[in-house]
């Protein structure tokens, strides 16, 4: 089938430890991949992407690379913030001609000082 | 920096009514989407409309729904005779193109309550 499957969360955190959430996909085909984050009270905003195989996406000090291999896109950072707790939303396109995300459950990250 | 607005940011309706969730999305996109999140399930896709139809859209996305854009800024989701169990956040996005760099911008989200 079609779907997206991420790590349960929560994950909790301290500051400036390592974060690795996991992401992997089915799907026929190498559809782009992409992580959303939902901040509190805020909407689903793109953190970074990928559109094909060993790309590999970064923004903000994370990054996620696109592995066919594993069919994997798993979220990283080298050391966590406060502020990058939020819920974390692992997401494909449908397909290449159409224009639906499929988006995983979503990991909440909780990041103490 | 432009982004994506939705009223209201919560609704409570009863079963059986009519409801209307409202999106502005960004003002040169030209693609608009809704998805809806039950309450610890998955961010669904429901449909996509683009030059004043729809191109896309799910299963969920049944008769009881419908989509509009009434003017040149708002884009709506109607859900007509509300269950139960459409009680969900519900997502507008919109995005300027659809390939392979086509970013979709979300905004807060609507909650919507059927009691």
């Known amino acids: 089938g079609n779907s997206v499957t991420q790590m349960e969360g929560p994950v909790t955190l301290s500051e400036e430890a390592f974060l690795t959430i996991n992401c992997t996909y089915t799907?026929?085909?190498?559809?782009?991949l992409f992580w959303y984050v939902q901040y509190p009270g805020e909407g689903l905003q793109l953190l970074l992407k990928a559109t094909k195989a060993d790309d590999k996406g970064s923004n903000k000090g994370f990054e996620a690379t696109y592995r066919k291999e594993t069919t994997s896109f798993h979220l990283e950072k080298g050391s966590v913030q406060v502020s990058d707790s939020a819920v974390y939303f692992c997401?494909?396109?449908?397909?290449?001609?159409?224009?639906?995300?499929?988006f995983g459950k979503g990991t909440t990250l909780s990041v103490s000082s | 920096e432009p982004e994506v607005t939705q009223t209201p940011s919560h609704q409570v309706t009863q079963m059986g009514q009519e409801v209307i969730l409202r999106c502005v999305p960004i003002?040169?996109?030209?693609?608009f989407y809704w998805y809806r999140q039950i309450l610890g399930q998955k961010v669904e896709f429901l449909v996509s409309?683009?030059?004043?139809?729809?191109?896309?859209k799910s299963e969920i996305f049944d008769d009881q729904f419908s989509v509009e854009r009434p003017d040149g800024s708002n884009f709506t989701l109607k859900i007509r005779s509300t269950k139960l169990e459409d009680s969900a956040m519900y997502f507008c996005?919109?995005?300027?193109?659809?390939?392979?760099?086509?970013?979709?911008?979300f905004g807060p989200g609507t909650r919507l309550l059927v009691l």
């Open positions: 003002s040169n996109h030209l693609y």
């Open positions: 799907a026929t085909g190498y559809p782009s």
């Open positions: 996005a919109s995005s300027a193109g659809t390939g392979t760099q086509e970013t979709q911008y």
């Open positions: 997401a494909r396109k449908a397909n290449q001609a159409g224009t639906a995300l499929i």
């Open positions: 409309f683009y030059n004043n139809e729809i191109s896309e």
